[in-house]
C-alpha cells in the first residue's frame, strides 16, 4: 500500500494573466499545465528529476533576471509567469535551431510542430555546421542506440543510474561538443554493465533509444504508429505485478512501455517485461 502523506498547503500563481491554484511544492511547469498552457519540454520526465539540460520549457518570471526553466523552477505564492513572452518565445527559437542544426530530430515527437510555431530555422547555421551526425549502434538485438538523434538531455543516465535502476552501464564522455553517452570504456553493450531493462528506452525523448523491432520497421517504411493499438495488462513472469502496455501493429506485438502513474513500476520494468514477449 502507498502510505498516506501529509495535505499540501495550495498556493497562487498567476500565468499568462490567469490565476491557478497548485499545491505548494509544485513547478512552474505543473502550473502552467493546470493553466491548460502546452509548454514544449524535452529533458523533462515525469518520473525523474529535472536535469536542466535543454532549456526549451524557459518562461519569463516577473523579478527574475534570467528566463527560468519551467520543469524545476519551483512555484511560490504571488508567482507572476509569462510562458509566450516575446524573450521566451525567442530562446525557444534559437535552442531547436542549435538542436536541429546538430543533431537528428526527426523522430522526436512535436519537434516539427514546435519550429514551424516558433519560426526556428536550423539551416540559417548553413551546411558547414557541426552536426553528431553517426553510423546507429546496433550491437544487440534489443535495442538500438543512435547517437546522431542524441541531445544529451542526461535522462538515460539518470534511469539507468540512482534513480531507478542503479546498473551505471551508461555515463557522460568527453566534453563540450564531442560529449556523447558511453558505457565504461567505449565497450559493446553486450560486454557493459546492462541488464537490458529498457527504461533508457523509455525515458529516451528524441528516438536515441528505440526498440530493435522499431528501428528495422522504420528502416523498412513499415513503422507506422497511427496504425497500432495499445492494451496494458499484467506482466506474467512474476509476482510483481508490473503494467505493461503492449503496443500492436498487424496483430504483432512490436514494443512494450509501461504506464508511468502505474504504482508498481513508474513505466520502469526488467528485460523480461520489456522484450519477452516473444512467447506470444
Excluded at 161 to 186: C, H, K, L, P, Y
Excluded at 239 to 261: A, M, W, Y
Amino acid at each position: 500500500m502507498i502510505p498516506l502523506q501529509p495535505p499540501r498547503r495550495l498556493i497562487d500563481v498567476e500565468v499568462d494573466g490567469e490565476a491557478v491554484r497548485v499545491p505548494e511544492g509544485s513547478t512552474v511547469l505543473d502550473a502552467c499545465r493546470t493553466a491548460g498552457k502546452d509548454i514544449p519540454t524535452l529533458c523533462y520526465g515525469d518520473t525523474l528529476t529535472p536535469k536542466n539540460a535543454c532549456r526549451v520549457c524557459v518562461v519569463e518570471v516577473e523579478g527574475s533576471r534570467t528566463l527560468a526553466p519551467a520543469c524545476s523552477r519551483k512555484a511560490e505564492a504571488g508567482m507572476v509567469v509569462g510562458t509566450d513572452t516575446d524573450r521566451a518565445r525567442h530562446s525557444r527559437k534559437v535552442v531547436l535551431e542549435l538542436l536541429a542544426s546538430s543533431t537528428d530530430l526527426s523522430t522526436t515527437p512535436m519537434a516539427k510542430e514546435w519550429m514551424a510555431d516558433y519560426g526556428a530555422d536550423p539551416a540559417r547555421f548553413g551546411e558547414e555546421a557541426a552536426t553528431v551526425a553517426q553510423p546507429p549502434k546496433v550491437d544487440n538485438d534489443l535495442y538500438v542506440r543512435d547517437y546522431g538523434k542524441c541531445i544529451l538531455c542526461y535522462k538515460c543516465v539518470d534511469a539507468c543510474g540512482e534513480q531507478w535502476q542503479n546498473s551505471f552501464a551508461i555515463s557522460v564522455a568527453g566534453r563540450g561538443f564531442d560529449a556523447t553517452i558511453s558505457t565504461e570504456f567505449d565497450v559493446a553493450l553486450t560486454d557493459s554493465a546492462c541488464v537490458y531493462c529498457g527504461n533508457c528506452v523509455e525515458v529516451c525523448p528524441t528516438g536515441a533509444l528505440s526498440f530493435k523491432t522499431e528501428f528495422d520497421m522504420r528502416a523498412e517504411g513499415t513503422w507506422d504508429e497511427s496504425e497500432q493499438t495499445t492494451t496494458t495488462t499484467i506482466c506474467s513472469y512474476c509476482g510483481v505485478g508490473c503494467n505493461l502496455t503492449l503496443h500492436v501493429q498487424d496483430n504483432k506485438i512490436v514494443k512494450v512501455t509501461s504506464p508511468h502513474d502505474n504504482p508498481v513500476t513508474h513505466g520502469n520494468l526488467c528485460i523480461k517485461g520489456r522484450f519477452g514477449y516473444g512467447y506470444v
